[in-house]
């Protein structure tokens, strides 16, 4: 597992990070929420934050992937 994808750790479709509150998003690394379902980075971050775009593109790829998850345990049942 990725140092990114531990940071990460609680995201879910509807809930940010576990280490996610209000005055600190993992994603964002900034006092807002940058969650793929919540409108993501802003504008001005998407241009210059590598770090945060890194993370942005790690947090959709988990969103994928549990949702993929679920879809197969779902078709296992
Ligand atoms: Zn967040």
């Given at each position: 597992?990725?140092?990114?994808?531990?940071?990460?750790?609680?995201l879910t479709e509807s809930n940010?990070?576990?280490?996610?509150?209000?005055?600190?998003?993992?994603?964002?690394?900034?006092?807002?929420?940058?969650?793929p379902r919540?409108?993501?980075?802003?504008?001005?971050?998407?241009?210059?934050?590598?770090?945060?775009?890194?993370?942005?593109?790690?947090?959709?790829?988990?969103l994928?992937?549990s949702a993929?998850?679920?879809?197969?345990?779902?078709?296992?049942?």
């Open positions: 597992m990725s140092v990114a994808a531990v940071d990460l750790g609680g940010c990070c576990a280490a996610c509150n209000g005055d600190h998003c993992v994603i964002s690394g900034q006092p807002y929420c940058a969650h919540k409108g993501g980075l802003h504008h001005h971050q998407l241009q210059s934050d590598q770090g945060a775009m890194r993370r942005l593109q790690t947090a959709r790829d988990m994928l992937r993929t998850e679920l879809q197969i345990a779902s078709n296992k049942a």
